[in-house]
């Protein structure tokens, strides 16, 4: 999971970089729940009570927002994702020098898919894939495709 490829990030992440904005919603709250469910899938099939149960407990977990806070401070700020951040995942990434499967949904609204291109620009030897009718989570709402791909490019199948 990379945490984004380009600086555009939902307004969400962007907001939850204001402290006073952040503490207010990373509060536990079925709605808030609901609604961040919604934006990571296109599909609503995937947006069950149980999945909504399973992020209110995480949230509700001691020092959850805390966590977050730090993680959203240190990748991005209301601007986006900080560049010096993205510069160096991608070297290291790079540098790795190990079969890379790039996907990403089209209708991702966490991360656009503008992403997987600035990716596919400085990782290019990595296998990639643009999902259609796919939202932030293309390996639950795709689970069999890229399962598929992950086969053949473990398999070294050049197709892949």
């Known amino acids: 999971n990379s945490a ?3 600086q ?3 307004v969400a ?3 939850l970089a204001v402290r006073p904005l952040a503490r207010l919603l990373l509060r536990p709250h079925p709605a808030i729940a609901r609604r961040t469910e919604r934006a990571i899938f296109v599909d609503p099939a995937y947006v069950t ?7 209110l407990a995480a949230a509700r977990q001691p020092h959850a927002a805390r966590v977050m806070r730090e993680l959203v401070r240190d990748l991005g700020t209301w601007r986006g994702v900080r560049p010096q951040w ?3 995942l991608l070297d290291a990434v790079a540098a790795l020098d190990l079969p890379t499967l790039l996907v990403w949904g089209d209708r991702d609204l966490i991360l ?8 596919r620009s400085r990782l290019p030897r ?3 894939h643009l999902f259609r009718d796919t939202g932030h989570m293309p390996q639950i709402e795709r689970t ?3 399962e598929s791909l992950l086969r053949q490019l473990w398999a070294g199948d050049p197709a892949a």
């Open 144 to 146: 069999a495709e890229v």
């Open 13 to 15: 992440l962007r907001l």
């Open 49 to 55: 009570e149980e999945r909504i149960a399973t992020a």
């Open 4 to 6: 984004g490829f380009g």
């Open 86 to 88: 993205r510069a160096e």
């Open 112 to 119: 656009p898919a503008a992403h997987l291109a600035h990716a």
């Open 8 to 10: 555009e990030v939902t």
């Open 126 to 128: 990595a296998r990639s």
